[in-house]
């Protein structure tokens, strides 16, 4: 069966620090991945997805970036935080008709 | 980009059938209706999805209007732990790269009162 792990489960950072934000699936082989984030009392935000090893599409512009270095890594990285980078990011992983979610990262950025 | 709208928030009493609706009239032909929850806290679970036809597994119904603007999620026998927030959302179906993504909107709370 597939599992997917995210680490760590809760984050306090101060604004201007990096940030890096793992996600491994364990028993699929060339799963798509995404990153998405929550916001406070707002819906799921897609920000990045994956076809396949270094191979990454953004949503939307900002301070983050993904990384991709193995087939079932997914690396969501900051050089720098911002406090609006606040939130739930999930790591997720699909084929055909569904996706399947982590339990996520809550981070917060003082 | 949502291409969805839902009602914020709904009660349901707890043992009866929880109908969760959701307008979507500018879906195209090849989009499908999926339907996700998110309990508090949590990454989101997939519950059906369809294209046309209405569908029912272990978890729920989806009832599928003809013209396919409107569909309605129905839990049959609404628990406690069924409160979560409902997503309804189309998109193109299957593996296409990039078409695979999911748009979440802000859902309909559920709640199930004792």
């Known amino acids: 069966s597939q599992t997917i792990h995210q680490w760590p489960a809760t984050l306090v950072q101060p604004v201007g620090s990096p940030l890096s934000l793992e996600c491994t699936v364990e028993?699929?082989?060339?799963?798509?991945l995404y990153w998405y984030r929550q916001a406070a009392g707002r819906g799921l935000q897609l920000l990045f997805y994956?076809?396949?090893?270094?191979?990454i599409s953004s949503e939307v512009p900002q301070n983050l970036s993904a990384s991709r270095p193995q087939d079932r890594q997914f690396i969501l990285s900051s050089k720098k935080l911002l406090l609006s980078d606040s939130g739930f990011y999930l790591c997720?992983?699909?084929?055909?008709?569904?996706?399947?979610f982590g339990p996520g990262t809550r981070l917060t950025v003082l | 980009d949502a291409k969805t709208t839902q009602p914020p928030s709904m009660d349901c009493a707890e043992g009866r059938a929880a109908n969760l609706p959701c307008n979507h009239s500018t879906i195209s032909g090849n989009e499908y209706v999926y339907w996700y929850r998110q309990i508090h806290s949590q990454g989101p679970q997939y519950i059906i999805h369809?294209?046309?036809n209405n569908e029912t597994n272990e978890m729920a119904s989806l009832i599928i209007t003809e013209d396919r603007k409107s569909s309605t999620l129905i839990l049959p026998h609404a628990t406690l732990r069924d409160t979560a927030v409902y997503y309804c959302?189309?998109?193109?179906?299957?593996?296409?790269?990039?078409?695979?993504?999911?748009?979440f909107g802000t859902g309909t709370r559920l709640t199930v009162i004792p």
């Open positions: 997720a992983w699909g084929w055909g008709h569904e996706q399947f």
């Open positions: 994956s076809v396949g090893i270094g191979q």
């Open positions: 028993g699929t082989s060339n799963p798509n």
């Open positions: 369809g294209l046309k």
């Open positions: 959302i189309v998109r193109v179906g299957g593996g296409v790269a990039g078409a695979n993504n999911l748009f």
